[in-house]
């Protein structure tokens, strides 16, 4: 199991909306990402900047940002993406971040 993190970012007073977004989260793109391996997913938000900071588990081959391909996460993106910087089609504009410490 490794550790993927990476950092988007949300469009000014949106942050009220994308918690809502989340919390109400499809069974269906919970189910995929779960079927890729990626588990104890979890979203920060730092207010002063905008920037969500992600950071999840992943067993398989690949995390959360691989998926774009699939119907589900094309739909997800389409969804969000009225408040998120976002990529021309749509995906969310997400720059991996390395690990330089880890205490277990």
């Known amino acids: 199991m490794r550790r993927e993190a990476f950092k988007m970012f949300l469009k000014p007073g949106m942050e ?10 499809w069974p269906e793109l919970k189910a995929l990402l779960k079927e890729a391996g990626v588990s104890d997913y979890s979203i920060f938000w730092d207010k ?6 992600a950071v999840q588990k992943v067993s398989g081959e690949g995390g ?6 699939t119907e589900i996460v094309q739909r997800w993106w389409a969804f969000m993406a009225d408040i ?6 749509n995906s969310p504009v997400s720059i991996p971040l390395p690990e ?3 205490m277990e």
């Open 84 to 89: 998120m910087d976002t990529n021309p089609d």
């Open 48 to 53: 002063d900047t905008n920037i969500l900071f």
């Open 64 to 69: 959360s940002q691989d998926l774009g391909s």
């Open 16 to 25: 009220a909306e994308y918690e809502k977004r989340h919390n109400a989260i």
């Open 100 to 102: 330089l410490f880890y």
